[in-house]
């Protein structure tokens, strides 16, 4: 199993620009997770999916974050325009529906992507 | 809402010594897990040890061991024997169910074993 795959891991963009970071989770896993990840607000829940559905989109920052789900081995989110407190490390994660046992719980994570917006 | 608190910003310990980490959490739920994650300097999460709201008996993995007093709210990550290559930051986190499947992080500690 190839894990959670991350593209790009690491990106150097301008104010303004956009930004599209894309993650393919393992396969079979209906849960998906974005995470970011700064030293001042440490690991933040962006947006979560199960079945390829947005379930809690609460911790997307405004309205220039999005993020979709087109099937179940492909995710994106999107930043337009991209801003310089955006600076941070993206993290995509999967999981199995809890159940019993650390394997139907556990998320696995990407590598994450690296994001710099000068 | 579900909380995670660390409280222990970054420790020292000689290599090793067996270390705690604390790990305080707050829920409604009535089941949830409770996790532990590694991150190196080279920054990917790794996934350590997982315990069940549930479980009765202490979750071991190696020489990880998580300390889980329910009725304190407690899951404390236990290294025996620790490593030079245990440096990293420890992220306690806790996964609820049922529409709350997310996963809730501390804000980490960071350990250093000194040789």
């Known amino acids: 199993d190839a894990g959670v795959i991350q593209s790009p891991r690491h990106e150097v963009t301008e104010m303004g620009q956009e930004v599209t970071l894309r993650c393919k989770p393992i396969?079979?896993?209906?849960?998906l997770f974005w995470y970011r990840q700064t030293m001042m607000r440490g690991l933040e829940l962006l947006i979560y999916?199960?079945?390829?559905?947005?379930?809690?989109d609460s911790g997307m920052p405004e309205d220039r974050f999005s993020a979709k789900m087109p099937n179940a081995s492909f995710s994106t989110l999107k930043i337009q325009p991209s801003e310089p407190r955006d600076s941070a490390v993206y993290f995509c994660?999967?999981?199995?529906?809890?159940?019993?046992?650390?394997?139907?719980?556990?998320?696995?994570f990407g590598a994450g992507s690296r994001l710099t917006v000068l | 809402a579900q909380k995670i608190t660390q409280t222990q910003p970054g420790m020292f310990v000689q290599e090793k010594e067996a270390v705690t980490l604390d790990c305080t959490y707050d829920?409604?739920?009535?089941?949830?897990?409770l996790f532990w994650y590694k991150q190196p300097s080279s920054g990917e999460m790794i996934f350590l040890i997982y315990?069940?709201?549930?479980?009765?008996q202490n979750a071991t993995e190696g020489r990880y061991s998580l300390n889980f007093q329910k009725a304190r709210k407690s899951a404390n990550l236990v290294i025996s024997a620790s490593q030079l290559g245990d440096s990293a930051m420890y992220f306690c986190?806790?996964?609820?169910?049922?529409?709350?499947?997310?996963?809730?992080f501390g804000t980490g500690t960071r350990l250093t074993i000194i040789p």
């Open positions: 994660a999967s999981s199995s529906a809890p159940g019993h046992g650390s394997g139907a719980n556990v998320l696995t």
């Open positions: 396969s079979g896993h209906d849960y």
């Open positions: 999916f199960n079945n390829n559905v947005p379930i809690d």
């Open positions: 829920t409604s739920d009535q089941s949830y897990g």
């Open positions: 315990q069940g709201s549930y479980d009765e």
């Open positions: 986190a806790m996964r609820g169910r049922f529409g709350n499947e997310k996963l809730t």
